[in-house]
Structure formats: C-alpha cells, structure tokens
C-alpha cells in the first residue's frame, strides 16, 4: 500500500472523505493497470517500472509481474482505488473517528 506519512497534513475531513469515497482523488501513481497479454494472459497491479521494453506490476503481497511490452494485446489504467469501497460500514461513528485519529497519531 501506499506510504502514509504522505497524509500527515491532511484534516480530519478530508481523511473521512478518503475513506467514504477512496476512489474519488487517487494519485496518479496508485492507478491500478490491467494487461491482457497476446496469448490471452491478464494481470492486474500498480505500474512499479516501466521501460521501453516492458512493464512490472506489482499486485497485492508484493508479488510483481514483469511483461514484455510486444506481448501485451490490451494495457488500461483506471482510477478507481485499491481501498475498498464501504470499508466504513463494518465502523461504527466511534470506530471511524478513532481509526482517524489513530492514523494521523500514528504517522506525524
């Protein structure tokens, strides 16, 4: 994921906004990429390296997958988050405030 201490200046409410809407300001760099490979092969990941000669993915528990650029038949980016959607329904009000707090406490 994602190195939090980038969050540190960032209020209360915007952290809420984050969580309740995580795909509505993703940076660029978190894009998450599909690749659908000539012979019909598709992974999935956040863009690591790219070079003129391939792309390396890396998907979740760091496993990377690197893909030469003349085997990929399709290569999308989409904006949409890797935190998941409704995280904050298994939060109540309470849970949710302290979850914020603990992670601008956490990551000053």
Known sequence: GPQLASITNKTKEAL????????????????????????GRSFNGMLETETG??????????????VLRREIDILQASTKSFMP?????????QQLADLIQFVRDTFR
């Open 16 to 39: 809420l906004n984050s969580i309740l809407d995580p795909s509505a300001a993703v940076d660029a760099k978190y894009f998450s990429y599909s690749v659908v490979t000539e012979d």
């Open 53 to 66: 000669s391939s792309i390396t993915l890396l998907a979740g528990e760091g496993k990377r997958t690197t």
């Open 85 to 93: 959607d409704g995280l904050e329904q298994d939060l109540n009000p």
